[in-house]
């Protein structure tokens, strides 16, 4: 079977997709004909993405017009165009920059084009989720005292499971020392449009935002923009970027998408997320009787926020994992979840979700519930491995010797994974999704890092980054 006979299959599947792209295939929003009757290319009335003149330049402006931005760029790499475009236009090779270290792996792909000397911003730890959650803007203060050559903050908010950084006060913070943001906001293209959820960031103060619009509003898988807020970033070298990262040959159908969700949320934003809330918070109040499944609800904290659109259902202290709850929703309640990590899942929702997909969500939990039993630890040796297998503080433990481009421009051996211990890696190794680097290259291995990424990958969850799938090897710096 090919893949396009494949793909119709499997539209025509009772499965649900709790899970990006945005549009959820619900073509009452934005149905489309026959993609290759308006395929072109750069003739005459149609403009050029990277010259634009007429009326992509026309369609640009809306969407700055919607997000409130000075100037906004069609993205058709999704998210990742962007941040290698916004972070190359913002630095110059060698440069030093502040980063949030659970950055997308983009992010560290633009880190090594560039030659840059990344310092490490860590986020706070919600203990009970496992999850990270904001960065603290004193800290950002503390850093750029400390490191006075700091040419660009690079964060990542909201994060993969919703959790919004105070950009505010953060960007307050770096405009004192006129030092440009950037956030990766490629989950929360919808934020700002609805009073529900927390503000952009780019109505929040940041000089330059990149947004997936595929992620969470209708348009088409790797549709996104870039947004340029500030004087502090040079525009004209992001155009410049942004014409070297994505294709000489720019998707018209792509764009036109982009352009029918911008003119949709321009003219029916507040009437669609209001029925949308109505959803999510009767879905809310629908499982608030579970009693061993939890589910996030918004935290206001003094650095961070919740994005309610995002639903994380936690299976800490239950007798099951992550991977066994997915596994479940999708085999008996046909219902697609977005990921799996060790203690819960994220299921994506949209203005594009219907009753039927947040009534099965809520139903299927409320039976799962029914059935699992509370893990009760026999032991303090039991308790101390259960806390010690935290994915998030695994990055932390990573010592950086040198930077990536020098790592993976150095020789390179393979090696056992299991013996690596003290090697300095040439290779990354993530989860996908969220796709956030537990070692880079040019960090040095430690035992935690070994055993809790074999623990991953017994899980069933999917370890990436290694060239030999199976972790068996790696490939680190020559001695």
Not at 47 to 69: Q, T, V
Not at 100 to 113: E, G
């Amino acid at each position: 079977m090919n893949l396009y006979d494949k793909l119709l299959d499997y539209s025509k599947s009772d499965v649900y997709p709790m899970h990006m792209p945005g549009h959820k295939r619900n073509d009452q929003f934005l149905n489309h004909v026959n993609p290759y009757l308006i395929d072109v290319t750069e003739i005459d009335g149609f403009d050029n993405l990277f010259h634009a003149e007429g009326i992509l330049k026309e369609a640009m402006k809306r969407a700055a017009k919607l997000y409130g931005s000075k100037y906004s760029n069609f993205l058709l790499g999704g998210s990742s165009a962007g941040i290698l475009s916004g972070i190359s236009a913002c630095t110059k090779k060698g440069d030093k920059v502040l980063v949030s270290r659970n950055c997308h792996k983009s992010v560290y792909n633009a880190i090594y084009l560039n030659e840059l000397r990344p310092v490490y911003i860590y986020p706070q730890i919600d203990k009970d989720y496992g999850i990270d959650c904001g960065i603290n803007p004193d800290e950002i203060k503390e850093m750029l005292i400390k490191h006075n050559d700091i040419k660009l903050i690079i964060i990542t908010s909201p994060t993969y499971e919703g959790v919004v950084s105070d950009i505010k006060g953060i960007s307050d913070i770096a405009h004192e020392y006129n030092v440009p943001v950037f956030v990766d906001e490629a989950h929360g293209a919808h934020l700002g449009l609805h009073e529900y959820f927390p503000d952009n960031s780019i109505k929040l103060g940041a000089d330059i935002v990149v947004h997936s619009l595929h992620k969470t509003l209708p348009s088409f898988t790797q549709t996104g923009l870039l947004h340029v807020n500030s004087s502090l970033v040079d525009y004209e070298r992001v155009k410049e970027y942004l014409s070297i990262y994505q294709s000489t040959s720019p998707s018209y159908v792509l764009m036109a998408g982009i352009d029918r969700c911008i003119d949709l949320l321009s003219k029916k934003a507040y009437e669609l997320f209001e029925s949308y809330v109505k959803r999510i918070e009767d879905f809310y109040s629908k499982i608030g009787s579970l009693k061993h499944l939890r589910v996030i609800r918004r935290e206001n904290d003094n650095f961070f926020d919740f994005d309610p659109s995002k639903i994380l259902i936690s299976v800490r202290n239950t007798n099951i994992s992550g991977m066994d709850l997915y596994k479940t929703l999708l085999d008996k309640y046909k219902v697609q979840v977005e990921m799996a990590s060790k203690d819960y899942v994220i299921a994506m929702t949209s203005i594009c979700d219907t009753d039927l997909g947040f009534n099965r969500l809520a139903d299927a939990l409320l039976e799962i519930d029914r059935e699992l039993k509370e893990k009760y630890q026999k032991d303090n040796k039991n308790v101390k491995e259960a806390l010690d297998f935290d994915l998030n503080t695994l990055y932390r433990d990573a010592e950086m010797v040198m930077t990536s481009f020098e790592a993976k421009n150095s020789k390179l051996e393979e090696i056992p994974f299991e013996m690596s211990k003290g090697r300095v890696t040439g290779e990354y190794i993530y989860l996908y999704p969220p796709g956030i680097p537990m070692l880079v290259p040019g960090e040095r291995i430690t035992s935690r890092h070994i055993i809790q990424l074999q623990r991953c990958r017994d899980l069933g969850l999917s370890v990436q980054g290694l060239e030999d799938y199976t972790m068996k090897e790696i490939r680190v710096i020559e001695e």
